[in-house]
């Protein structure tokens, strides 16, 4: 199975600011023949079930603010947000897609300095 | 409006059996791959199952293979989760979760999920 580790596991960003977490697989999850990254992100609030944020490493969801954004390739990938808003206050997960079972990381829990 | 509805969940004994339903709208059902993803209290995502969308494959994860049993019927909207000899460690929410991308072959990523249902495994 594929490992995926993200770091850190907590992160406290003052309002306004970037946050940025980290997310590294143990098996590349680039797909030569399509150029794709098999590789998404959610956002879990207290109390919810999980959202899907963007996929295929950089493509976000219809809907999902502009300040959410995905990067990296291979092994090594990065959610950023731009600036921090309250209601961005969550658990956030990667998963990758490459190969059975999919798998997620631990989560990173991003909160407000 | 896509809606994933959950039931079944609830407090069983270690060793017995529940059976998990997930009642989908919204969306053309038969066109795409589901799967259930639970979540212990507190701890992180973990997939459990998956389903074709014409059910000609399912995947488990190690941790419930050959315990659990994933299926679906189309012409309900409806996808269930067996689940026999249960264990302290199956205790979790369980989401039932729809698979991004139509007529996929295999697991892909998740576009929506239900609001869950717990299931506590304790004597």
């Known amino acids: 199975d594929i490992v995926m580790t993200q770091s850190p596991d907590s992160l406290a960003v003052s309002l306004g600011e970037r946050a940025t977490i980290n997310c590294k697989s143990s098996?590349?999850?680039?797909?030569?023949?399509?150029?794709?990254?098999?590789l998404a992100w959610y956002q879990q609030k207290p109390g919810q079930s999980p959202k899907l944020l963007i996929s295929w490493a950089s493509t976000r969801e219809s809907g999902v603010p502009d300040r959410f954004s995905g990067s990296g390739s291979g092994t090594d990938f990065t959610l950023t947000i731009s600036s921090l808003q309250a209601e961005d206050v969550a658990v956030y997960y990667c998963?990758?897609?490459?190969?059975?079972?999919?798998?997620f990381g631990q989560g990173t829990k991003v909160e407000i300095k | 409006e896509v809606q994933l509805v959950e039931s079944g969940g609830g407090l069983v004994q270690p060793g017995r059996s529940l059976r998990l339903s997930c009642a989908a709208s919204?969306?053309?059902?038969?066109?795409?791959?589901m799967h259930w993803v639970r979540q212990a209290p507190g701890k992180g995502l973990e997939w459990v199952s998956g389903?074709?969308?014409?059910?000609?494959?399912?995947e488990y994860a190690d941790s419930v293979k050959g315990r659990f049993t994933i299926s679906r019927d189309n012409a309900k909207n409806s996808l269930y989760l067996q689940m026999n000899s249960l264990r302290v460690e199956d205790t979790a929410f369980y989401y039932c979760?729809?698979?991004?991308?139509?007529?996929?072959?295999?697991?892909?990523?998740?576009?929506?999920w239900g609001q869950g249902t717990l299931v506590t495994v304790s004597s």
């Open positions: 998963q990758q897609y490459d190969s059975t079972p999919p798998t």
């Open positions: 979760v729809k698979d991004g991308l139509s007529l996929a072959g295999r697991p892909e990523y998740f576009d929506y």
């Open positions: 389903i074709s969308w014409k059910s000609d494959w399912t």
């Open positions: 098996h590349s999850v680039f797909y030569i023949a399509n150029k794709k990254n098999y």
């Open positions: 919204g969306f053309t059902f038969d066109d795409y791959a």
